[in-house]
């Protein structure tokens, strides 16, 4: 019969063993890594709690307060219209934070069904997915999502739509190869000689064993569409004002660069920063979860 | 290897066939009727009508495409409703100042990061290597543009050594381009030194450098003599592969920074609702890029005699 003690052993035996757990262990040693993952939280936090940071409202228009110099009263100077720059940063967190994590999203959803269904069950399902995506990656990344901006028309949904679609490519192929990879292991083929459905097998079997790339490009895909997203707001198509968002900050900025800098240098560094945090994550849990792919 | 290329050939006619669908459907889905845009509010709907039937606009889809890829094959890229020029014609006009400007952005990611990654490879877990690993970071963390206004800032205000606008008129006026090469090619840098990195430490673990190195040859020659070779070779495809993506990076580059090549050519045609300079510029581009890497796949295949493909 066993003893408390013995429980106890047992799950600590069963922690330290968790891949979840390994993976924390080896993250927490990447200095780097931790600065990302401390960016990430600050912005999720800043995001959430931005009505009580920000001093100002963001889109409040004063001109008398036009073009003012970094003071006390504004910590980051205000813009040609006297809007506070400190606070449209803090509240232009929502906007990137929304706009990367849901268009990530909708990459994600497409490319991981359609990169299953080509790698699973081959053939020429498999033939046809893969000449779509290679017409997708004809194109540039950012001039496919400026081409469908342009017809779309500027909006903020519309930059989730541009955006997902633009990135559906790079998860099917991925998924596609991670799929194949583990298509031919014993316990798939366990898992049809019991008779489960393909569905299920797809579901429960494969794509679980294909999570470490996925999670790892995924971070890193939320900073590339950031950096887009401020990209298509910088040359008028992307979030429209007076919306704080950062890109559409420094578009509005540059006419200003000799005049008025601060107009143009704090959205950048909150851009850099923003981005920078999710690569420096995303590289980090490349090395954590899989060991082997540390060079 | 004959046969690999013609292969490699064959694969593109879906792509190409993919890309002008693509393109075409932009203009055919563009809100609002493209005569109106062309003409203006307010026109007769009479001569809205003849224009229509001028441009084959009153033609059924299938036709419109078919003739759009016609003159395409025949180097009619449309015309611009602003301008009312061709595009084609457009294209030729601003091809040599973006290609100068990704010239130059080339040459700076590939020689700085090569060199960076190699040093980052030789001093493995160093502080050179730990920094290394940062820079590479902060290249594809950094928007390009707000980059390309930083340098202007800095070198407008506080160094004025080089210029930071304009072509500075006709010809190649090299110390204009070298701001605007450095903003572009800055994030393609910190990717070369990553690659760099990664596949010399891979090659200096190989036999025939312990050999080099047991010959008695010195480090300095068996890095850049006997392990560059081999480990430049995935830099190079991706040089190739990147020269078409700074193309398209250009767009941003090039306004920034007042320079008249296809980029700002695609913000103006933007901002105006220029559709056919839009779309003429996407084709061409996706086909610049399409062809630049069939060539570096098949120079590929060529260089590297270790890699068999039938």
Redesign the interface.
């Known amino acids: 019969m066993p003893t408390n003690t013995d429980t106890s052993e047992i799950k600590e035996l069963y922690q330290t063993s968790s891949p979840l757990h390994d993976m924390w262990v080896r993250l927490k040693r990447n200095k780097?890594a931790l600065f990302g993952l401390f960016l990430v939280t600050a912005l999720v936090v800043i995001a959430v709690f931005a009505g009580f940071i920000a001093p100002y409202d963001p889109v409040q228009i004063s001109l008398k307060e036009s073009l003012k110099s970094p003071s006390s009263a504004h910590l980051m100077g205000t813009d040609v219209l006297g809007r506070d720059i400190f606070s449209r940063i803090i509240y232009g967190t929502r906007a990137s934070l929304i706009i990367g994590v849901v268009a990530t999203s909708i990459s994600l959803a497409i490319g991981v069904v359609v990169g299953a269904i080509a790698g699973y069950y081959g053939g020429w399902i498999d033939s046809i997915i893969m000449?779509?995506t290679?017409?997708f990656f004809?194109?540039?990344?950012?001039?496919?999502a400026?081409?469908?901006m342009?017809?779309l028309?500027p909006s903020f949904i519309n930059v989730f739509v541009a955006l997902g679609i633009v990135g559906w490519t790079n998860y099917a192929r991925l998924v596609r190869g991670q799929v194949i990879s583990v298509k031919e292991s014993d316990y798939i083929e366990a898992a049809h000689a019991v008779g489960a459905k393909d569905f299920r097998i797809i579901l429960k079997h494969v794509l679980p064993n294909t999570l470490a790339p996925i999670i790892v490009f995924t971070t890193m895909n939320i900073?590339?569409v950031i950096?887009s997203e401020?990209?298509l707001s910088?040359?008028?198509?992307g979030v429209q004002p007076p919306a704080p968002s950062w890109?559409l900050m420094?578009s509005e900025a540059?006419n200003f660069?000799?005049n008025a800098?601060w107009m143009?240098?704090w959205?950048?560094v909150a851009?850099?920063l923003t981005?920078?945090g999710y690569?420096?994550l995303g590289?980090g849990l490349r090395d954590a979860l899989d060991p082997r792919m540390k060079? | 290897m004959t046969r690999y290329i013609i292969r490699r050939i064959l694969q593109l006619i879906p792509v190409i066939l993919g890309i002008s669908i693509v393109t075409f459907l932009m203009m055919a889905l563009v809100p609002g009727d493209p005569v109106v845009l062309m003409l203006g509010q307010h026109i007769s709907p009479q001569t809205v009508e003849n224009v229509r039937h001028g441009l084959g606009l009153d033609q059924p889809m299938l036709t419109r495409y078919i003739q759009y890829m016609w003159n395409a094959l025949h180097g009619d890229f449309g015309r611009s409703y602003i301008q009312h020029q061709a595009v084609s014609q457009m294209l030729l006009d601003k091809i040599p100042v973006t290609f100068r400007l990704t010239v130059v952005a080339m040459v700076i990611a590939v020689t700085f990061g090569v060199l960076i990654g190699i040093l980052s490879a030789v001093k493995q877990y160093s502080f050179w290597d730990t920094f290394a690993t940062f820079f590479a970071m902060t290249g594809v963390s950094v928007p390009t543009f707000w980059l390309g206004m930083m340098l202007q800032l800095l070198f407008g205000v506080i160094l004025h050594i080089l210029p930071v606008s304009g072509t500075g008129g006709e010809g190649f006026h090299l110390q204009n381009y070298i701001l605007p090469g450095l903003a572009l090619g800055y994030a393609s840098m910190a990717m070369y030194v990553r690659l760099t990195r990664s596949s010399m430490l891979e090659v200096i673990r190989q036999d025939y450098i312990r050999t080099a190195r047991a010959k008695g040859l010195s480090g300095r020659i068996v890095i850049f003599k006997h392990a560059m070779k081999n480990a430049l070779i995935p830099v190079a495809t991706q040089a190739g592969m990147d020269f078409a993506g700074l193309m398209g990076g250009a767009i941003l580059t090039e306004t920034i920074f007042s320079l008249p090549g296809i980029g700002s050519m695609l913000f103006n045609a933007i901002s105006r609702r220029d559709y056919p300079v839009v779309q003429g510029v996407t084709l061409f581009l996706a086909l610049v890029f399409v062809v630049i890497n069939l060539l570096v796949d098949i120079s590929y295949a060529v260089l590297d005699p270790r890699i068999r493909y039938d």
């Open positions: 780097l000449r779509i290679d017409i004809a194109f540039p990344f950012f001039l496919l400026i081409a469908i342009t017809f028309g900073g590339g950096l401020a990209g910088f040359l008028g198509i890109g420094l540059s660069i000799f800098p143009v240098i959205p950048g851009i850099f981005v920078l690569n420096l590289d060079q």
